[in-house]
């Protein structure tokens, strides 16, 4: 009876640690692969951050490029050359093309004319504080969220006003279809924010989040069960032009959240993706290791128990003989 002992305390000792690997070996894999897969999502982001940059720098030069156009015209027949960016606008997808100055006077390609909103009119004073080429976005009054591209110029007089700015804006949705956002087969969400949240671009092309939001770190603050280290960890990374990574849950799903600056005024590019999406192929290994070693576990203990039961079976042969 004590070898019977000693073997059921083995096989205990043994399931224990089996079970215990197992534990451990999950919760090293799971953190393996968060750390992996967070240095993979911005690799991929940092591509899409190219493409944005490379877009805004193209806007910028073309808009450089047609205010020396417009000031080479005598100010009479200045008006009579919109129809030039008119025909642009069919291949550049644009919403509207602007020259403006900081008192707010505004010409668009359209015609229109006059003083401009309070919302586009702050993109125009940015401009003239930044006095440098900037992208910034504002919402228009019918609801949809303009990105602009806006460059100070040489002063263009044209009717009597002078003009010292050029912008093209675009919709947010246009922009969305011209530069991407398309990765992981469009389950992913991508957003550019300013350094305290406020999204200026937003590209989701699929997701469970809401299609409209102001600022991303109140929207996750309220909205999903975020880790609190890591969200207020990115609040302070923004600012100083950081990168990293926030993990959160959202409608019973868990979600890589990756961040990374943009490169100029202080803009920062983040990436949004659904975990089972990235983490499927390697859930699959998990998955098979962590079964062979349960049906090890399960081999070992049936092993031990068929050991027993032998040795209660000559134990018990004895008995009868001794009998």
């Known amino acids: 009876m004590g070898k019977n002992c000693k073997t059921l305390s083995l096989m205990l000792a043994i399931v224990t640690v089996l079970l215990s690997g197992i534990f451990l070996y999950r919760y090293y894999i799971q953190q393996a692969l968060y750390k992996e897969n967070s240095a993979h999502l911005l690799a991929t982001y940092t591509q899409v951050n190219r493409t944005f940059t490379l877009f805004a720098q193209r806007n910028w030069n073309v808009l450089a490029d047609w205010g020396g156009y417009l000031r080479k015209r005598a100010a009479p027949e200045t008006a009579t050359q919109w129809r030039d960016f008119e025909e ?187 975990r089972n999406v990235v983490d499927a192929g390697m859930r699959k290994v998990q998955c098979v290791t962590i079964f062979l070693l349960a049906f090890l576990a399960l081999a070992v203990v049936a092993a031990l128990v068929r050991s027993i039961k032998m040795d209660l079976r000559f134990v018990l042969a004895e008995q009868e003989e001794a009998f």
Not at 104 to 129: K, M, P
């Open 88 to 274: 642009e606008k069919k291949t550049w997808n644009y919403s509207d093309f602007y020259m403006a100055n900081e008192n707010g006077d505004y010409w668009t390609v359209d015609g229109r004319e006059g003083l401009g909103s309070e919302n586009i009119q702050d993109v125009f004073t940015a401009l003239q504080v930044a006095g440098e080429p900037i992208v910034s976005s504002y919402t228009a009054t019918s609801g949809v969220r303009k990105v602009v591209f806006a460059v100070p110029v040489e002063p263009i007089t044209m009717s009597g006003v002078t003009y010292t700015s050029l912008a093209v804006s675009y919709d947010n949705d246009t922009i969305e279809e011209m530069i991407g956002g398309r990765a992981y087969g469009g389950r992913s969400d991508c957003y550019i924010i300013h350094p305290n949240g406020d999204i200026m671009l937003s590209e989701e092309p699929k997701s469970e989040i809401t299609a409209w939001m102001e600022n991303l770190f109140d929207y996750l603050e309220t909205n999903t069960e975020v880790n609190e280290t890591c969200l207020r960890e990115m609040q302070e990374q923004t600012l100083q032009g950081g990168s990293g990574s926030v993990p959160y849950r959202f409608k019973g799903r868990n979600y890589y959240l990756v961040y990374q600056p943009v490169g100029f005024q202080d803009l920062t590019i983040v990436g949004i993706v659904e």
